[in-house]
């Protein structure tokens, strides 16, 4: 299943329009999509290294701009997104983005920015609890900005040696990922 995946989006990864949908996918998965950036983003700095740090930038420019329809959501339509964030089964992580925000607030954005928690539940979390709009940003900048250009910069440094050792892996890779989210996902329902 993910060799198949791997060998399609090495496919997109070389076309012309490549770009565009990396963008695209970066501000979807921010704001409501559930596939983050780093399936296409990966692939396309294997296939052509020397814009990987060209594609960085795109993806978290793009990313940051889906992170503020996130946030203008969670600002002016909470209550149509709270029906949606339960349906989607976030409601647990929604929860918990609350709590992180009265916590810790601008380091809630920059862990969800970098790490592979859920952003988008984080955006509107930011927006629905009138998180300043500047703190928001600078974290969305940072945190997303050091996952994408730190995925380039490998791939770059290693960038030869993973094209070919990804293909072998890349079943493995794809089901440790699932296990992880789902690991994930319990432990934030069960906190």
């Not at 701009?65 to 149509?80: H, I, N, P, S, W």
Request: aromatic share 20%; hydrophobic share 55%; glycine share 8%.
């Amino acid at each position: 299943m993910f060799t198949r995946l791997y060998n399609f989006m090495m496919l997109w990864a070389q076309k012309p329009q490549a770009p565009w949908y990396l963008a695209g996918l970066s501000f979807a998965e921010s704001s409501f999509f559930p596939i983050p950036p780093d399936v296409m983003l990966a692939p396309m700095c294997l296939a052509k290294p020397a814009a990987a740090w060209r594609y960085a930038f795109l993806t978290t420019i793009a990313s940051v701009a889906g992170g503020l329809l996130g946030y203008v959501l969670g600002y002016f339509a909470f209550e149509m997104m709270q029906a949606i964030i339960v349906s989607a089964g976030y409601e647990a992580a929604y929860l918990h983005a609350k709590h992180w925000f009265s916590e810790w607030g601008f380091w809630a954005i920059f862990l969800a920015g970098f790490s592979p928690i859920p952003y988008k539940v984080f955006t509107i979390t930011a927006g629905s609890l009138s998180m300043g709009l500047f703190p928001f940003v600078l974290a969305s900048v940072i945190g997303r900005g050091l996952r994408f250009y730190l995925v380039a910069g490998l791939l770059v440094w290693k960038g030869e040696r993973m094209a070919q050792l990804l293909p072998q892996y890349v079943e493995r890779i794809g089901w440790g990922v699932i296990v992880l989210v789902v690991t994930l996902y319990f432990l934030i329902q069960w906190t």
